[in-house]
C-alpha cells in the first residue's frame, strides 16, 4: 500500500522559510514522480513543483526561484524548501505520487495515483 505522509508545516512571518517532508513508501524509487501541490481557501488545488526518478524538476512561476524540491533516496523522502514566503502562500500542503511517472503533466491533479493527507503552513505578514 503506497502512503505519504507530510510534515514540516508550521506558522512563519513573511521572508521566513520551512522545509516540508514528504515520507512515502509502498512503492519502488526507481520510476515515479512526486509532486507538491497547494490549496488556499476557497481556491483550487494547485500544482506547486514536481520532481521525477531521472531528477527532473519543475516549478510553477510564482515558486521558481524561491523554493526548491529535493529527495533523499536513502530515506525514500521528499522535501520542499520554502524560502522567502509570502503571505500569499498560505495554504495546505499536499504531496501526491504518480508511479509510474516522470512530471510529464506535472501540474494537474489527475495525474497522481496517490495524496498525502497535507500539511498546514501559514505567512504572516
Known amino acids: 500500500e503506497v502512503q505519504l505522509v507530510e510534515s514540516g508545516g508550521g506558522l512563519v512571518q513573511a521572508g521566513g522559510s520551512l522545509r516540508l517532508s514528504c515520507a512515502a513508501s509502498?512503492?519502488?524509487?526507481?520510476?515515479?514522480?512526486i509532486g507538491w501541490f497547494r490549496q488556499a481557501p476557497g481556491k483550487e488545488r494547485e500544482g506547486v513543483s514536481c520532481?521525477?526518478?531521472?531528477?527532473?524538476?519543475y516549478y510553477a512561476g510564482s515558486v521558481k526561484g524561491r523554493f526548491t524540491i529535493s529527495s533523499d533516496n536513502a530515506k525514500n523522502t521528499f522535501y520542499l524548501q520554502m524560502n522567502s514566503l509570502k503571505p500569499e502562500d498560505t495554504a495546505v500542503y499536499y504531496c501526491a505520487a504518480e508511479v509510474p511517472g516522470h512530471c510529464t503533466a506535472w501540474f494537474g491533479i489527475f495525474e497522481y495515483d496517490y495524496w498525502g493527507q497535507g500539511t498546514q503552513v501559514t505567512v504572516s505578514s
Open positions: 520532481i521525477s526518478s531521472n531528477s527532473g524538476t
Open positions: 509502498g512503492f519502488t524509487f526507481d520510476d515515479y514522480a
